[in-house]
């Protein structure tokens, strides 16, 4: 009982005022980078197999306890996780099954609506390939994860809620046409991918994000993908100072979004230094949680 209740108060959380958890023992831990298997995907609550354009994927997902039949859940994409996915998986804050449910939770008893945690493939047990990241391959396994979800927990309408390469998947998956989203809440996103990695030397010959690819899926070309929903709310937050996705590449966004004729935000928020990225406050889960609800209201 205290070592649950040491794991539950050390659940990971984006931001970097979270403590670092436990690390989980082998047979617990969920696997990184990993080939999509059917027989290690089974059809049971917490596993997605979906099969979009570019080859089926297991898609993890972990939810709140009350996530069935709910009229409003927030799903949350984490933000890149490279800089921990090749060590073992042992040693990833936060990497087991129940260490990311109890996380669930506690965001759901925080913001006072049914909560998911969707991990990003090749993360969290995702299958996938991390370094893919930000292309094609990623976003439409996402999307197709999120039509599963919605069918099987009879889920009525979504709120986005991503920070960093999370922010730009919810981008990412509005722009590919998703339906059905109260509010997108995208926290220090990644937009203008091939001018950011110039501004951060990253780029390789100009040609290349900063993952070193050219297949890269910039939300910000493809502006003219998201469906019309004057009900809808899409709200962006950063800071001006970010050293990781610059904040004018996010107002470029925002000023593209808002000219083709939808309802958009650009706010401010205090950040941690030095690099003004990881916003403070648990800006982003207040700000989703409140727009969930006001979207539930008559």
Same mark, same amino acid.
């Not at 799903?75 to 129940?98: K, L, Y």
């Not at 926290?187 to 010959?205: F, H, I, N, P, V």
């Not at 996010?250 to 083709?260: E, H, I, M, P, S």
């Given at each position: *009982? ?21 690390? +989980? ?59 921990? $996915? ?12 129940? &260490?990311? $449910? ?15 945690? *969707? +991990? ?15 292309? &094609? ?11 599963? &979800? $919605? ?68 939300? &910000? ?9 004057? +009900? ?27 000219? +083709? ?34 979207? $539930?209201?008559?």
């Amino acid at each position: *009982m205290l070592l649950a209740l040491a794991q539950a108060a050390c659940a990971q959380r984006t931001g970097p005022d979270v403590p670092r958890a436990f690390a +989980a023992s082998n047979d617990e831990v969920l696997h990184w980078n990993q080939p999509a298997e059917r027989a290690n995907c089974p059809d049971r609550p917490g596993y997605l197999w979906v099969q979009p354009a570019e080859g089926p994927a297991c898609i993890r997902y972990f939810a709140s306890g009350d996530i069935e039949g709910a009229r409003m859940a927030i799903v949350q994409f984490s933000g890149d996780r490279d800089g921990v $996915m090749d060590q073992a998986p042992e040693r990833i804050p936060g990497n087991t099954e129940a &260490l990311r $449910m109890l996380d669930a939770q506690r965001s759901r008893d925080r913001a006072g609506v049914p909560w998911v945690f *969707m +991990a990003r493939p090749g993360t969290y047990g995702s299958s996938g390939d991390h370094r893919k990241r930000r292309q &094609l391959v990623e976003f439409h396994a996402l999307d197709a994860a999120l039509d599963a &979800l $919605m069918q099987r927990h009879k889920l009525q309408r979504l709120t986005l809620v991503g920070h960093s390469g999370g922010a730009t998947a919810g981008a990412a998956l509005l722009t590919l046409g998703r339906t059905r989203v109260a509010c997108a809440v995208l926290t220090s996103g990644a937009y203008g991918l091939l001018e950011r990695a110039r501004l951060l030397g990253r780029s390789q010959d100009g040609r290349t994000d900063t993952t070193g690819s050219t297949q890269f899926y910039d939300p &910000l070309d493809h502006v003219n993908g998201i469906v019309r929903d004057p +009900a809808r709310r899409i709200v962006l937050i950063g800071n001006r100072d970010d050293r990781n996705t610059p904040f004018a590449l996010q107002q470029r966004f925002a000023d593209a979004v808002a000219k +083709a004729g939808h309802r958009i935000e650009l706010r401010t928020h205090a950040a941690e230094p030095p690099e003004f990225h990881d916003l403070k406050d648990r800006v982003a889960l207040l700000t989703a949680s409140q727009c969930a609800r006001e979207a $539930m209201l008559p």
